[in-house]
Structure formats: C-alpha cells, structure tokens
C-alpha cells in the first residue's frame, strides 16, 4: 500500500524551531509564558502577529530557513511518530513524505532527517507547494495524514480515501465534523488497519 505523510506538524516539530527563530531575530514579542511546553500553542496556524512578530522579522526568519543548510536537519521529531516509522520501514508499504519546505538543500536535509531521526532507509521525499492537493490526487495514497485543516479539507472534497487530520492545536477552528480526525498518527494507522 501507498502510505503518505506530511512532515512538519505530524512528524517534525517545525513550530517550536521556527517560534526560536523569530525570537533570535526580535527585540519584542508577546508569546505566553511557558510557550515550548504549552499543548495550546499555538492556536492558529499563522500565529506571528498574534504573538508580536513584525512582518519585518516574519520576512527575516523565512530568509534564514531559506539560507541554512541545517535549519530542516536540526528540528526535533515527535516521537511516537518517529518510533512507528521505525517500525514501517520494515513493511512492505510504499512509504511518501510530502512537505511543503523551501532552501538550501531542503529536500537533502529532509531526507537525512528522516534517516536519523525516524529509521527511514531511502526516504521518498517529495517537495510541494501549499496547495498539495494535485499531487496527492495525482499519487492517490491508501492513507494520507496531515496537520493543515485546508489540506485534508480539499483532500476530503475531493473524495480521497484514507485521509486524516492530525489534532493540533492550530486546526481545532472551523473544523468540520466530517473529517477524520485523530490524536495521534498511530491511531490513523490503526483505524486503516495498517497497524497492528
């Protein structure tokens, strides 16, 4: 089976990363205290303004990503999902990451990261923009998991099975109950019978 993963948000924390970034590069902010370890944060999906970020230092931080040649390399994996691909690598199951990722040698980096931190052997890393859902159409996977509501949102509308949304507290708004929303990626995998 062809089993298809975005990367940030379901097995990267990109987030916490990214939020050191702008914090490296800004002299004010207004993030929560305790903002590394708080499950709520952040509440939407672009949180910048909202925590003090001017567009200036937005700008700035997407300008660093885009020039490191260690920014993808160096974010902390989630491990329940590390630990399960572990696992999946050693399946039969066809096995993509597509992500929405941008810089030097982001795909490289991508592909290194999955080896170190989830086991992958020879990652199939596929590199997108934000609007995923021709390519996901185009691969049809059996089973797809993503953190973007709008993704698995228009994956849903256009009628493509096995598709999850991640909980994170970033898509809880205007979610629609008739997505297929789990808690973890292993509980996805089970409600498709891909794990036992």
């Given at each position: 089976?062809?089993l298809?993963?975005?990367?940030?948000?379901?097995?990267?924390?990109?987030?916490?990363?990214?939020t050191?970034?702008?914090?490296?590069?800004?002299?004010?902010?207004?993030?929560?205290?305790?903002?590394?370890?708080?499950?709520?944060?952040?509440?939407?999906?672009?949180?910048?303004?909202?925590?003090?970020?001017?567009?200036?230092?937005?700008?700035?931080?997407?300008?660093?990503?885009?020039?490191s040649?260690?920014?993808?390399?160096?974010?902390?994996?989630?491990?329940?999902?590390?630990?399960?691909?572990?696992?999946?690598?050693?399946?039969?199951?066809?096995?993509?990451?597509?992500?929405?990722?941008?810089?030097?040698?982001c795909?490289?980096?991508?592909?290194?990261?999955?080896?170190?931190?989830?086991?992958?052997?020879?990652?199939?890393?596929?590199?997108?923009?934000?609007?995923?859902?021709?390519?996901?159409?185009?691969?049809?996977?059996?089973?797809?998991?993503?953190?973007?509501?709008?993704?698995?949102?228009q994956?849903?509308?256009?009628?493509?099975?096995?598709?999850?949304?991640?909980?994170?507290?970033?898509?809880?708004?205007?979610?629609?109950?008739?997505?297929?929303?789990?808690?973890?990626?292993?509980?996805?995998?089970?409600?498709?019978?891909?794990?036992?």
């Amino acid at each position: 089976m062809r089993l298809a993963f975005d990367v940030d948000g379901v097995l990267a924390n990109f987030t916490k990363s990214y939020t050191k970034v702008l914090l490296s590069l800004s002299d004010s902010h207004s993030l929560p205290d305790g903002w590394e370890n708080d499950d709520t944060f952040p509440p939407v999906w672009h949180y910048e303004e909202l925590c003090g970020f001017s567009k200036k230092v937005q700008l700035a931080a997407k300008d660093y990503i885009a020039h490191s040649d260690s920014f993808w390399l160096s974010l902390p994996s989630f491990e329940d999902a590390s630990m399960l691909l572990r696992q999946l690598n050693r399946s039969d199951h066809e096995l993509l990451f597509i992500t929405n990722r941008f810089g030097v040698g982001c795909k490289h980096q991508t592909d290194v990261w999955l080896y170190d931190k989830c086991g992958i052997d020879f990652p199939t890393v596929i590199i997108t923009g934000a609007d995923k859902l021709p390519l996901l159409s185009a691969l049809a996977p059996d089973f797809y998991i993503d953190d973007k509501l709008e993704t698995v949102t228009q994956a849903h509308k256009a009628g493509l099975k096995g598709v999850y949304l991640l909980d994170r507290p970033w898509n809880r708004q205007g979610r629609s109950d008739e997505l297929s929303v789990v808690a973890t990626v292993e509980e996805a995998l089970r409600n498709e019978e891909l794990w036992l």
